[in-house]
């Protein structure tokens, strides 16, 4: 991932490292209020020439869906095979800062996926929907590719819409093996276990469905030296909008009675036992980490998506790289 507050200095030289380390994509971020995900996606496409430039992810709320899909078909036109898009509802604090909070945000978001995949696959679209209006609206561009349209969400109800109405889900931070099962579940339709934690009756996630996972990352030779940069970026892990995260892991009642008995964020993290950073996180010694990513993809993760966890992006960019060459060595 293309961190959301890198220096402008840094941004092109961190995509083309990238690049040239040979990693398989670059996720760029829509965070509130730091950059644009169109802009920093094209900067880094044109800087760029191989890797795959993930935009994840734009809020619905905030934008209309035929020119949602204007822009990424531009980027499609441009950069073809190329460009995934990652469309979500956003956070509620920052959708209500900025007076873009729905009344029915699952509705808008169904809306807002199908007129834009509809219109990317070169469909002309007739829809009057509760929020999403399209009146004979078809886009004067015909793709050698159609990017692949995402839902960056979380949440029962949200993941279910996402496996009826995009072609991949993209699971925030952090997202573990017990997690991704849960996650998988409510996007087949799955039913919440009677204890709520887990899910029961799954049905199939969509065929080629992509799930995409974040998580915090640091790499060192030493396990330790890598959990101390990860803390950090873990300590605001179990607020209310990260509960769907922890409830199915098997420590979820001691991370709930730690996070409630600590004085700070900061406590916190620091209090959090090496066993639970090296779960919530990608962490720990290039073998170790490598061995992490694998169990997240033989638990059902298209791909896994590193955030640089440390002070300087381009250095940890460098130890991130390593990972690469573990899997290399590997028969």
């Known amino acids: 991932m293309l961190p959301r507050d890198i220096a402008p200095r840094d941004f092109v030289q961190f995509a083309r490292a990238a690049d040239d380390a ?40 905030v934008r209309n869906a035929s020119f949602t899909a ?35 945000i699952l509705n808008l978001l169904a809306e807002h996926l199908d ?12 829809v009057a929907g509760h929020y999403v209006d399209a009146d004979d609206v078809e886009l004067n561009a015909r793709l050698e590719r159609v990017p692949p349209v995402l839902a960056g969400v979380r949440g029962v109800k949200s993941l279910a819409v996402s496996g009826r109405h995009a072609d991949g889900t993209i699971l925030a931070e952090p997202v573990t093996p017990e997690y991704l099962a849960a996650a998988l579940a409510a996007i087949g339709v ?43 970026a873990l300590e605001w892990i179990g607020e209310p909008d990260w509960l769907p995260h922890i409830v199915p892991l098997p420590f979820a009642d001691e991370f709930f009675a730690l ?43 298209t791909s896994v998506v590193l955030i640089p966890a440390g002070g300087d992006p381009i250095v940890e960019l460098g130890s991130l790289a390593r990972l690469l060459q573990v899997r290399a060595r590997r028969p």
């Open 22 to 61: 040979g990693f398989d994509d670059l996720w760029v971020v829509e965070d509130c209020f730091y950059r644009g995900g169109f802009s920093q996606a094209a900067v880094a496409l044109a800087a760029t020439t191989r890797i795959h430039v993930g935009i994840g992810i734009l809020p619905a709320a």
């Open 70 to 104: 204007i822009e990424s078909a531009t980027l499609a036109e441009l950069f073809p095979g190329r460009v995934s898009v990652g469309i979500g509802h956003g956070m509620p604090v920052w959708m209500r800062q900025v007076g873009a909070w729905p009344a029915s």
């Open 115 to 126: 007129v834009t995949r509809a219109l990317l696959r070169g469909e002309s679209v007739m």
């Open 190 to 232: 799955g039913r919440e276990a009677p204890d709520g934690r887990g899910f029961v009756e799954l049905e199939n996630v969509p065929a080629g469905h992509q799930v995409v996972a974040y998580n915090v990352a640091a790499v060192r030779d030493d396990a330790g030296s890598a959990r101390l940069l990860a803390r950090p």
């Open 259 to 301: 996070r409630a008995a600590s004085g700070s964020r900061a406590e916190f993290a620091a209090a959090m036992p090496d066993e639970w950073i090296d779960q919530l996180a990608i962490v720990g010694t290039p073998e170790s980490a490598r061995r992490r990513i694998d169990e997240l993809h033989e638990a059902g993760a």
